[in-house]
């Protein structure tokens, strides 16, 4: 297991963390306990999660994915271990927390913050996100800003106030923003600097071989802004492993829960998922570990976020290979075929 700095914050973060949203929904608690277990012992050391999992995101499971969490967080040495949680916002409607829907605001992150400590039986967060923005963007598989959406949002100003004072507090080390454009960065860090506020440590965005939309804009800015990428979805709802390439019908998340999956019903997905896993046949690879590997080998994800329902996903999933040239040049012809197909 490789390590990298998060930005420029002091957090050196394993290449791969663990993904936490199937707990308390697909993986019971001692299935939970597994995963973690085996993943530490391979080296990861970054845990993220959310204050809406597991997900679907509903009523009667909000939290449990932090209770699991918490409950195999308290008897490991704290300091060995990095935990990544998200703060939910007005956009997604869930009516449930907090009385929402829970605007970003000083009232809601700062009791989100209480809720997720406790259920995590920690006193600090390591990485605190915002799961996405307060303000009106389309996300999920939706690509064109629509203006007519437009609605009362919390300024950031007032985000990054209350986050900076959860820092002061020790609460919380560092922070970071999560589903976000390249808009919203630039404006996190303006106000930041403005204001001599908390700086942003990260961002997570999906990243896949089917969504490679970050290199767009955001990469750039990453990258001269010294902003670690979390990569989540690295397989795409589970496409890029080729089992729904072999069997449409076969068990996962996109035959469980397939309105979830609603973003990758496009033209050209099916075809770039036959060619991906046709590359990876030719050169001895699963189409899973084609898919990781990629992500692995590119030098602005900080860390790539892999989930798992089983052990034999999970230790598919921290086992990535270094990919030669020729085969980063097959990736790249594909990509060129059929460009972003599932944004």
């Known amino acids: 297991m490789r390590y990298r700095q998060l930005g420029e914050s002091d957090l050196k973060v394993s290449e791969i963390a663990l993904g936490t949203m199937t707990f308390g929904e697909q993986n019971s608690l001692a299935e939970a306990c597994a995963q973690l277990d085996y993943a530490v012992a391979q080296g990861v050391n970054l845990i993220d999660t959310a204050e809406m999992y597991p997900v679907p995101g509903k009523a009667e499971t909000?939290?449990?994915?932090?209770?699991?969490?918490?409950?195999?967080?308290r008897k490991q040495q704290r300091d060995k271990v990095l935990i990544a949680t998200k703060v939910a916002g007005p956009s997604r409607g869930f009516t449930w927390i907090r009385g929402g829907p829970p605007a970003l605001d000083r009232a809601n992150i700062t009791q989100a913050v209480e809720n997720?400590?406790?259920?995590?039986?920690?006193?600090?967060?390591?990485?605190?996100?915002?799961?996405?923005?307060?303000?009106?963007?389309?996300?999920?598989?939706?690509?064109?800003?629509?203006?007519?959406?437009?609605?009362?949002?919390?300024a950031v100003e007032e985000q990054l106030s209350v986050l900076t004072e959860l820092v002061q507090s020790g609460k919380v080390r560092h922070i970071g923003v999560s589903n976000e454009t390249a808009w919203g960065l630039a404006e996190f860090i303006k106000v930041s600097e403005r204001m001599g506020l908390q700086r942003i440590a990260s961002i997570q965005n999906p990243y896949n071989l089917l969504n490679r939309a970050f290199e767009l804009g955001l990469h750039e800015m990453c990258f001269r802004e010294?902003?670690?990428?979390?990569?989540?979805?690295?397989?795409?709802?589970?496409?890029?492993?080729?089992k729904y390439f072999k069997d449409a019908c076969a068990p996962g998340r996109m035959t469980l829960y397939p309105a979830f999956g609603q973003r990758y019903h496009k033209p050209n997905v099916g075809a770039a998922v036959a060619e991906y896993a046709h590359l990876a046949e030719v050169h001895g690879l699963s189409p899973a570990v084609l898919a990781l590997s990629f992500i692995r080998s590119r030098e602005f994800v900080s860390s790539t976020i892999v989930g798992a329902t089983s052990m034999a996903q999970l230790e598919e999933n921290l086992h990535p290979v270094e990919l030669g040239p020729e085969l980063l040049k097959g990736i790249e012809a594909i990509h060129m075929k059929y460009f972003n197909p599932a944004p």
Do not use: C
């Open 116 to 154: 997720s400590l406790k259920r995590l039986q920690t006193d600090y967060i390591d990485l605190y996100q915002l799961h996405w923005p307060d303000r009106n963007v389309p996300m999920f598989g939706k690509i064109n800003f629509d203006p007519a959406q437009e609605k009362p949002t919390v």
């Open 226 to 242: 010294k902003i670690g990428l979390l990569a989540y979805s690295p397989l795409a709802f589970g496409l890029l492993s080729g």
């Open 62 to 73: 909000q939290g449990r994915t932090e209770e699991y969490v918490g409950h195999w967080l």
